[in-house]
Structures are given as C-alpha cells and as structure tokens.
C-alpha cells in the first residue's frame, strides 16, 4: 500500500489477555518503530528494527511487551497478560533507513477493560 | 535519559495570526530535532526538522529555530490558517535520527476564523 498500515485499528481485551497487534510498514523501508501514546501525552519509544540488525528493545516497559520483524516486512507487537494501564494507542513507523523521514501509520488503539 | 518539555499545551490563535511553540531538552548529545504533526485519527506526520548543526530553517511559513546552548527549540507559524488546526509535538534524537525519539507532551493548536 501506499502508507504504513496497521490491524486492528480498535481493540478492546479483557485484563490478562495476550493481544497482538500487526503493522505493515512502506514496501522497501528498512527501518521499523514502535511507539505507544498515552491519551494527552505524546509518543513513547518502544522498538527499533533496521534490517537484518538486532533490534533495539530498550524502550519496552516489561518482560510482557515484544516484538517480532520478518525481514524487512510486516512486524508484529505482542502483549502479554494486558493491564488497564497498556490502554494506548500504539503507533508504528517506517523508514526507508535510519537516516530518513519516518512515516507513522494510524495507530491501533488499545483498551484493557 | 532525554526529556523533552512542550509549551503551551493548548494554543487558540486568530486565521493569519502566527503561533509559537516552545520546547526545552535536557540530553546536550540530542542533535536531531523534528516537529510533527497529528491530525485527529491520524499518525503523526513530520511537517519540519532541524539538525544542531544549524540554528534555524524555514520551509514556506513554517520556520524552527534551534538554541544548542539553552537547549531550546521552536516552532513557528505565520499567517495560519484552519487547516493548521492540530496537535503539534516536538522530538528530540541523540541518534541522528527518527530512531529513538523523546517526544514532548504536544500543543493542541486552535486556529480561528
């Protein structure tokens, strides 16, 4: 597609679930990120994929919270056991590399009820 | 780590008047710093950037300037107009890059007929 895709745009779990949370980013980027946004806050880091490269886990906020990139496609945001406070909008970004603009997609908006 | 502080958290201004928005870092390494902007129900969307290296840049009627020394850096609007309408949000990356970006708390940005 023309933009970085995200699924599902809403969803809402019960505490405790696991959810997953999918992103499609630009075709040909290499660079990938994952941001949370709290209601009235702005956008907190979470991952960073560029390539083949580790990726840079050092914004997630628990052992609950993961991530998963095949290659240089779709990548995947899972959390464990939900809590009220993972309730956000989670954001993903693409970039052709690490050095370019970063193209955020719509979000998926998260709520543990 | 970076922390990053955005003033004015609302801001209502008059078609053609100019706006400003304010931001202070703390990480003296931050030398990547872009503004975006968020429309309702959309990602953000980077509208300008500046790298410290320079102490302003202008792209039509939006300009930032870039204080290294008082770690500070603004956003300008002349002439607004409704469509300008949005959250705004200031970032900053000691990366270089998109790549791990602290963001501000965002200004919600009212322009007026």
């Known amino acids: 597609g023309a933009g970085v895709s995200q699924s599902p745009s809403n969803k809402v779990t019960e505490k405790g679930k696991d959810v997953e949370l999918r992103c499609d980013p630009i075709?040909?980027?290499?660079?990938l990120y994952w941001y949370r946004q709290r209601l009235g806050q702005g956008l907190e880091f979470l991952i960073y994929f560029q390539g083949n490269s580790a990726p840079d886990k050092s914004g997630l906020p628990s052992d609950r919270f993961s991530a998963e990139r095949t290659g240089e496609s779709v990548s995947t945001l899972t959390i464990q056991r939900t809590q009220q406070e993972d309730s956000a909008v989670y954001l993903c970004?693409?970039?052709?590399?690490?050095?370019?603009?970063?193209?955020f997609g719509q979000g998926t908006r998260l709520t543990v009820v | 780590g970076e922390n990053v502080e955005q003033h004015p958290s609302t801001l209502s201004v008059q078609e053609g008047d100019s706006a400003v928005i304010k931001c202070t870092y703390s990480?003296?390494?931050?030398?990547?710093f872009p503004w975006y902007k968020q429309e309702l129900g959309k990602g953000p969307q980077l509208i300008i950037d500046i790298r410290s290296n320079v102490g302003e840049k202008k792209d039509q009627r939006i300009a930032v300037t870039l204080n290294k020394t008082a770690k500070h850096f603004s956003l300008h609007i002349t002439e607004t107009q409704p469509e300008d309408s949005a959250v705004y949000f200031c970032?900053?990356?000691?990366?270089?890059?998109?790549?791990?970006?602290?963001f501000g708390t965002g200004t919600r940005l009212q322009v007026t007929l």
């Open positions: 970004a693409s970039s052709l590399d690490r050095d370019t603009e970063a193209f």
């Open positions: 075709s040909g980027h290499t660079a």
């Open positions: 970032a900053a990356s000691r990366t270089g890059t998109a790549s791990k970006l602290t």
């Open positions: 990480d003296s390494a931050s030398n990547y």
